[in-house]
């Protein structure tokens, strides 16, 4: 039986449920009612324990205990959730993350120090249940009777569970299951339900035929026992009969199940739920009442018994699980390896697309046209939701530095709160993954040298809290995520000391606002007195730099002093296909990203210079024919394709436009790497090879030509 | 051609002086023709032969990559050997061809084709045919030669594709070209 699969989504969803107690812990502070929130905490613990159970995680499970238990007391309103506590919990959610780290890594060993380092947060939290309180059963201890009382049937449940077909495939095992049970208490009979098995011939291996008839003795709660089976509630037949049933439950258990309802007496009487008198006794009260059957419910309630409510009650309570679950599960996980894929070969889709397109328009047959252009739509329609598979929220990435903020704000000893705008911004999961960790530091930077002092603040006629804001946003194909603070601003003298020291500039040299700040991304700069932990040692701000050029985006910082500082970090949102602009020069053919033009026009009198009069504005422009020294002389008329990126217009001045088409990028080999200006290649209906250009880097070359000497290997 | 050991070639990426005998040594080579000299490159190297079509040139290169062309869906750069050797391009005739090779550099597979004047036949070449490249003389750089094999009486410069076709060489080259382009404007 592959129990992996099963494992590795527990870790998934234990890791979710994690981050999902983080968040609400750290939301609690600002919050006036906060039982829902406890609950949806208590919650997660619960299922991390439960879950943790079945996979038989010993460790996990007794150190969640007792986290559960605290929370199971501050749910029950006997404690007030306070700072020192959320920040306990909050240990105590990275301790049992680490403990899942440490099982997925090393599955089956113990790791002692870690386990000893998760003792002292025990230690503390069995402080807070104090001595009045006794916690709830410790699954690990056998369940132990308590003396003198006779064990009889007072506390013998009867639990009839039938497993659905599927529930190997879905990665259950039932004998999980009930050896999970027996943490609940002890199995005194059990009886296996074999009448559904097919001739061997006829067996699916990983099909399940089997159910089970459990005797139980537990003093456990129905909603306990039944929490046992949570995970396959949809796919079993579940049956649980409390102690001193009537006979008459027993008679509608087996009522319940037509198809053996004879064996099923029998069995019963095997387990020790029913004897066999007291089965002959009911089944005669029956016959004897009519010899048709009648509905259960009206013996039931003849009798008094109270399973009818009782088991109705259960019955509702399985419905609404259901229905919580079928909402929940809205979502799927799927491999990221196979969005690839999928997204690989909607790229050649498009290309053998364009192909046909070609040869439709040469052939002049109408119809084949105007099919073909049916079929142009639907694949551009595909390639959109292709696309958009791999878009993810960034407010998830953003909602993470709340706990760092939380952290570092009491590290510092500041007091700052982190404001969220555009968490609904979708990027792709790449970029998202990787654009954290500069985002970390960008942050941590804010926080430790951009809020300035509490004393300073005060002076400067500030709010007592240092506010850090994230905000994300799309700008003409790229995506725009600011990170600001409002805290003292660069500090234009501090960095041109520190550069003139550290021989970056030379002594005279004037720099604008923008060259100033554009000095802090130097490797090894940093004009911090002392170098804490945090940051300091200008080992940061370059390496931000170079994951976001990896990225193929850009960073710049804005600053006033005194106000504040904001970093704009700006990030293609292009991924394998782009809608792209055909443009010829010469016989080369070059591909502009659509999202970045504006318009084209036409290219009248050259008088010399490199810009032109649009529509009353000065656009400046660069000659293609010239950057790329494309052989021939220039045609008679030329075109300017007027882009626009970063809030600035140029124009690019080429010989031929040749329309829209749908483009999809393929790599250039690492030797291209240092063109500036191309960004990758794509491949034209034709078969012909275009060359995509590079719009910021084109403009960045042209404003600020690089300077310094080139290095050879 | 791309029939046999699974590994690939262990070659050097510096020539050594003394004879490579320890290495698990290809004989087969492929044998072409470049200005009128003839030139071979192991087959473990060599993942397929095309003809001669029309390629995309890409700017600020140096001369020696003469542009991509459209290979079954990917983009593969094409080098101009002579001009890699620091000597005059040939002319494109009807016999002139693109040898598509792969190579692994840095943990990274690449592919790159090459253009030559006509490919010959695929010779077994001895290990003790191979003499050491000369240390001048050949008008080639150097660590370019593997070793010089005797075919028939006449020298064929066997081809050390990893320094040939090296990427990071070729990467800097580009930066030297583009940065010249680029400050002119």
Redesign the interface.
Same mark, same amino acid.
């Given at each position: 039986m592959n129990m992996d699969d099963a494992l590795a989504t527990f870790f998934a969803e234990s890791r979710e449920l994690l981050e999902q107690m983080e968040t609400s812990l750290l939301g609690i502070g600002q919050e006036n009612d906060t039982t829902e929130t406890v609950g949806a905490i208590f919650r997660a613990a619960h299922t991390i324990k439960g879950s943790a159970g079945l996979f038989g995680l010993d460790d996990v499970v007794s150190f969640t205990h007792v986290v559960e238990s605290v929370l199971d007391v501050v749910r029950d309103g006997r404690l007030a959730i306070d700072e020192p506590m959320v920040t306990l919990l909050l240990a105590c959610g990275d301790h049992i993350g680490a403990l899942l780290d440490a099982l997925e890594t090393n599955p089956g060993q113990r790791d002692e120090s870690l386990i000893e380092r998760g003792a002292p947060l025990t230690a503390q939290l069995r402080a807070y249940l104090g001595t009045g309180l006794v916690a709830a059963d410790e699954p690990q201890a056998p369940f132990e009777r308590m003396g003198g009382i006779n064990p009889c049937e007072k506390d013998l449940w009867h639990i009839s569970v039938r497993f659905g077909a599927d529930v190997l495939r879905n990665g259950m095992d039932p004998l999980s299951f009930i050896r999970y049970l027996g943490t609940l208490g002890t199995v005194t009979g059990i009886v296996t339900l074999t009448d559904a098995l097919p001739a061997a011939e006829a067996m699916d291996p990983e099909s399940n035929y089997l159910g089970f008839q459990i005797a139980f003795r537990s003093q456990a709660e129905k909603a306990a026992i039944e929490g046992v089976f949570d995970f396959v509630l949809d796919d079993c037949t579940l049956n649980i009969l409390p102690p001193n049933s009537r006979t008459g439950d027993y008679i509608e258990l087996i009522r319940s199940m037509p198809e053996e309802s004879a064996r099923l007496g029998e069995m019963l009487v095997r387990c020790g739920s029913l004897t066999a008198k007291e089965l002959a006794a009911a089944l005669l009260v029956q016959e004897q009442r009519h010899p048709e059957i009648i509905p259960i419910g009206s013996i039931l309630v003849e009798q008094g018994s109270v399973a009818a409510p009782v088991v109705a009650a259960a019955l509702e309570k399985q419905k609404r699980v259901k229905e919580n679950k079928a909402q929940e599960s809205q979502s799927i996980r799927i491999d990221a390896e196979k969005l690839d894929q999928l997204i690989n070969m909607i790229g050649?889709l498009i290309?053998a697309s364009a192909g046909a397109n070609v040869i439709a328009r040469k052939s002049r047959n109408i119809e084949l046209q105007e099919c073909h252009s049916t079929l142009s739509g639907l694949v551009e329609r595909v390639r959109d939701s292709a696309l958009q598979l791999r878009m993810v929220k960034i407010g998830a990435t953003f909602n993470r530095f709340q706990r760092v903020v939380h952290d570092v704000s009491r590290e510092i000893g500041k007091d700052i709160v982190l404001v969220v705008n555009g968490e609904d911004t979708e990027l792709d999961k790449t970029v998202v993954e990787k654009i954290g960790d500069p985002l970390t530091h960008l942050v941590r930077n804010a926080m430790d040298h951009g809020i300035d002092s509490a004393e300073l603040r005060a002076k400067r006629g500030k709010p007592a809290q240092g506010t850090v804001s994230l905000n994300a946003y799309h700008d003409s194909g790229s995506i725009v995520i600011e990170v600001s603070d409002d805290g003292g601003g660069l500090d234009r003298e501090k960095i041109l000391a520190k550069a003139l020291e550290r021989g970056l500039i030379e002594p005279g040299r004037v720099l604008t606002e923008a060259e100033t700040c554009a000095l802090i991304f130097e490797p090894g700069f940093s004009t911090a007195e002392q170098v804490t932990n945090l940051s300091g040692r200008g080992v940061g701000m370059d390496v931000v730099k170079r994951n976001i050029v990896a990225l193929r985006g850009t960073v710049d910082i804005a600053s006033q002093p005194g106000v504040g500082t904001t970093v704009t970090v700006r990030l293609p949102l292009t991924l394998a296909i782009i809608n792209g602009f055909q443009v010829g020069v010469g016989k080369?053919?070059f591909v502009v990203p659509l999202d970045m033009v504006d318009e084209c026009v036409e290219f009248t009198s050259d008088s010399g210079h490199d810009y032109t009069d649009l529509r009353g504005q000065v656009l400046p422009f660069?000659r293609l024919r010239?950057?790329?020294?494309?052989p021939g002389a220039a045609g008679t008329r030329q075109n300017i394709v007027v882009v626009k990126h970063a809030g600035q217009k140029f124009g690019l001045v080429v010989d031929t436009l040749m329309g829209e088409a749908q483009t999809v990028i393929? $790599?250039?080999?690492?030797?291209?790497?240092?063109?500036?200006?191309?960004s990758g290649?794509s491949?034209l209906g034709s078969?012909?090879?275009?060359?995509i250009l590079d719009v910021p880097a084109l403009m960045e070359?042209?404003q600020f030509?690089?300077?310094h000497t $080139?290095?050879?290997? | 051609m791309n029939a046999v050991a699974p590994t690939p070639p262990h070659l050097p990426t510096v020539v050594a002086s003394t004879m490579p005998a320890m290495r698990a040594e290809p004989t087969q080579y492929l044998t072409f023709q470049l200005a009128g000299e003839s030139f071979a490159i192991g087959i473990l190297s060599i993942k397929e032969i095309i003809e001669y079509h029309?390629l995309?040139?890409?700017?600020?290169?140096p001369s020696c990559?003469r542009?991509?062309?459209?290979l079954r869906?990917?983009?593969?750069?094409v080098l101009d050997l002579p001009a890699r050797f620091g000597r005059p391009s040939s002319e494109v005739t009807k016999r002139t061809c693109i040898v598509i090779v792969e190579i692994e550099a840095a943990g990274?597979r690449?592919v790159?084709g090459v253009i030559v004047d006509a490919v010959n036949e695929v010779l077994d070449i001895d290990a003790t045919d191979i003499e050491p490249p000369p240390n001048f003389g050949a008008n080639i750089r150097a660590d370019f030669i593997q070793g010089m094999g005797k075919v028939k009486g006449k020298f064929v410069i066997l081809l050390n594709v990893h320094q040939v076709l090296s990427?990071?060489?070729?990467?800097?080259?580009?930066?030297?070209v583009?940065?010249d382009?680029?400050?002119l404007?």
């Open positions: 050649e290309i080369s053919v660069i010239e950057l790329f020294e494309v393929k $790599p250039l080999s690492r030797m291209f790497s240092q063109v500036k200006g191309i290649s491949i078969g012909d090879v275009a060359l070359e042209a030509p690089v300077t $080139p290095q050879l290997a | 029309a995309t040139e890409v700017p600020m290169m990559v542009g991509v062309i459209n869906g990917a983009v593969v750069p990274e690449q790159i990427i990071n060489d070729l990467q800097a080259a580009g930066a030297a583009s940065k382009v680029l400050s404007n």
